[in-house]
């Protein structure tokens, strides 16, 4: 099964690209999708969308996970995050990949064991998980790979298979 996560935001959007296949995890590709700050908020999303059109066309994920929105006290950043969610939604949708949403308590609970581990704690283990040298970079990038992986983990227990 290949999974595109992502970790949602306007500003900056982490994507991690994982197979999953006899329990085992092998990286695809993990980066961000970045856009100006000077840029109008409409063209930020489009630069967004086309970047996971692209994404989604080059490697063809079977599904894609997101984080769900964590509200903070900026209802006006959380908002904007909010649109740049609906548009990786979009996008999955378009290729008729089907999308799965994760809060921040089911990735931490997935990767560490833990709801309530430190963002630290969670990216060690998706570079133990993922049997990576380092820590991805920057932290949007390895959060999108902790949601990949949160999602692998679900998708074996709604099957009914365990480790």
């Known amino acids: 099964m290949r999974i595109i996560g992502i970790d949602p935001g306007f500003a900056i959007t982490g994507y991690g690209i994982i197979d999953y296949t006899g329990n085992k995890f092998s990286v695809v590709?993990?980066?961000?999708?970045?856009?100006?700050?000077?840029?109008?908020?409409?063209?930020?999303?489009?630069?967004?969308s086309q970047g996971l059109d692209t994404l989604i066309s080059k490697?063809?994920?079977?599904?894609?996970?997101?984080?769900?929105?964590?509200?903070n006290t900026n209802v006006k950043t959380a908002i904007k995050v909010g649109h740049g969610r609906g548009v990786a939604m979009l996008s999955a949708a378009k290729a008729g990949i089907k999308v799965s949403?994760?809060?921040p308590?089911?990735?931490k609970q997935s990767v560490v064991g833990y709801g309530r581990a430190k963002k630290?704690?969670?990216q060690q283990m998706v570079k133990v998980l993922l049997n990576l040298d380092k820590i991805p970079k920057p932290d949007d990038a390895a959060d999108?790979?902790?949601?990949?992986?949160?999602?692998?983990?679900?998708?074996?227990l709604s099957r009914g298979r365990f480790f």
């Open 105 to 107: 308590l089911q990735v």
């Open 120 to 122: 630290e704690q969670v």
């Open 101 to 103: 949403e994760y809060t």
């Open 59 to 71: 490697y063809k994920p079977d599904a894609m996970a997101i984080e769900e929105l964590f509200f």
């Open 29 to 48: 590709e993990v980066g961000v999708i970045s856009t100006e700050a000077c840029m109008e908020l409409s063209d930020r999303l489009l630069c967004l």
């Open 144 to 156: 999108a790979l902790a949601v990949a992986i949160c999602h692998a983990h679900s998708s074996i």
